[in-house]
Structures are given as structure tokens and as C-alpha cells.
Antibody
Framework: QVQLVQSGAEVKKPGASVKVSCKAS????????ISWVRQAPGQGLEWMGW????????NYAQKLQGRVTMTTDTSTSTAYMELRSLRSDDTAVYYC???????????WGQGTLVTVSS | QSALTQPASVSGSPGQSITISCTGT?????????VSWYQQHPGKAPKLMIY???NRPSGVPDRFSGSKSGNTASLTISGLQAEDEADYYC???????????FGGGTKLTVL
């Protein structure tokens, strides 16, 4: 069965960076993309970007351009999302998800809470 | 403010039908058939319920259906059940630089 298992919760200070991992299993990793979506406390879903696990091509949400980097390691079927220059409004649950194509997400990870606080 | 507009809340009694709307523009909902709907229970990850406007993934009950007219997509749940109580989000591909946009979410209450 398809599973996406994310790394644990993080607490960071403003200005720091965070890197969240997402290990995929149960399918051919390079046949799909990985999308990242975040959800601030009590708020809705926000699409952050997408990476092709086949060739590493990326598309990022414009508001995060320059602060976010998405990568994959095909040898371990793991995707990574790094967010830099953290601010308090980056506090959210970060989800990785399998993308059938960029706009359709069919399986989600369990989420990783990132708290940004001084 | 979300790019796609959904009602904040809807409610219905068990056995009834409800419809949740998702309004965008010709640059997203109206221009592409890449509309998805997700169900999210409190504290849980979202679950795909409908993709490409009206397709159901395997395992999703046929009580859930999707449609689109112009710039508005809709999710209909018939024969409401208690376990349908959750937040529902629509999403769409968009030709803007954002690429994928979500609605603000709709809280469904089963009375």
C-alpha cells in the first residue's frame, strides 16, 4: 500500500531553516511527483510546490520563491522540503503528498508540525 | 483570501443530500478539468474524494460526486452519514504563477 512517512515535529527560531523529509513506499517512486502543502493552525490548505521524482523538475508557489527548495533522493525514495528564513507565519503542519500530476494529489503523508517561535 | 471561494459551512441531516460549491475564474476552475476535492477530519491528513472534476478514486463511496459548470465546481454528497462530517477543500490547476490553488474550505456538519 502507498505510504508517505514524514519526519518529526520541529521547533525553530525566526530566521532559521527547516528541512522536512518524506519517505515513500508501496509504489514506484520515480513514476510520480511529490507535492508539498501546508496548513497553518485553524486555517486552510496552501500549495507550496511540486517536484518530479523522475527528473527533479520543480515548480514553486510564487510567494515562496527564493525561500523554498524541494529535492528527492531516488536511491531511498525520499523527498525533502527545505524552507529558509523562517517567520512566525510559517508555523504550520507541512504535508508531503503523491502527485499524479501537479494538480492532483492522491496520497498524503501524516504531516509535520513546524513551529517558529523565539 | 483564498483563490477559490467556498461557503464556510454547510449542514444536513442524515440521509439528505448537500452540495458544496467552489467558485474560481476562467484561469483556474473554468479553464481546466483539474478540479479535485479533499475531505479532512480534525487532526488528520486530507483524503482525495474527487479528481479531474468528477472522477472518484477507488474506495470512495458513490455517494460522493463532482461536477462543474463554467467557473464553479460542485461536490455533492447524497445519503449523508455521520462520518461525512468533516472539512472539505477544492483545488484547481491555475494558469497563474501559483500553479495550484485551494479553496478556503467548507465545514460540513451532519445534524
Amino acid at each position: 500500500q502507498v505510504q508517505l512517512v514524514q519526519s518529526g515535529a520541529e521547533v525553530k527560531k525566526p530566521g532559521a531553516s527547516v528541512k522536512v523529509s518524506c519517505k515513500a513506499s508501496g509504489y514506484t517512486f520515480t513514476s510520480y511527483g511529490i507535492s508539498w502543502v501546508r496548513q497553518a493552525p485553524g486555517q486552510g490548505l496552501e500549495w507550496m510546490g511540486w517536484i518530479s521524482a523522475y527528473n527533479g523538475n520543480t515548480n514553486y508557489a510564487q510567494k515562496l520563491q527564493g525561500r523554498v527548495t524541494m529535492t528527492t533522493d531516488t536511491s531511498t525514495s525520499t523527498a525533502y522540503m527545505e524552507l529558509r528564513s523562517l517567520r512566525s507565519d510559517d508555523t504550520a503542519v507541512y504535508y508531503c503528498a503523491r502527485a499524479v500530476e501537479m494538480a492532483t494529489i492522491d496520497y498524503w503523508g501524516q504531516g509535520t508540525l513546524v513551529t517558529v517561535s523565539s | 483570501q483564498s483563490a477559490l471561494t467556498q461557503p464556510a459551512s454547510v449542514s444536513g441531516s442524515p440521509g439528505q443530500s448537500i452540495t458544496i460549491s467552489c467558485t474560481g475564474t476562467s484561469s483556474d476552475v473554468g479553464g481546466y478539468n483539474y478540479v479535485s476535492w479533499y475531505q479532512q477530519h480534525p487532526g488528520k491528513a486530507p483524503k482525495l474524494m474527487i479528481y479531474e472534476v468528477s472522477n472518484r478514486p477507488s474506495g470512495v463511496p458513490d455517494r460522493f460526486s463532482g461536477s462543474k459548470s463554467g467557473n464553479t465546481a460542485s461536490l455533492t454528497i447524497s445519503g449523508l452519514q455521520a462520518e461525512d462530517e468533516a472539512d472539505y477543500y477544492c483545488s484547481s490547476y491555475t494558469s497563474s504563477s501559483t500553479l495550484v490553488v485551494f479553496g478556503g474550505g467548507t465545514k460540513l456538519t451532519v445534524l
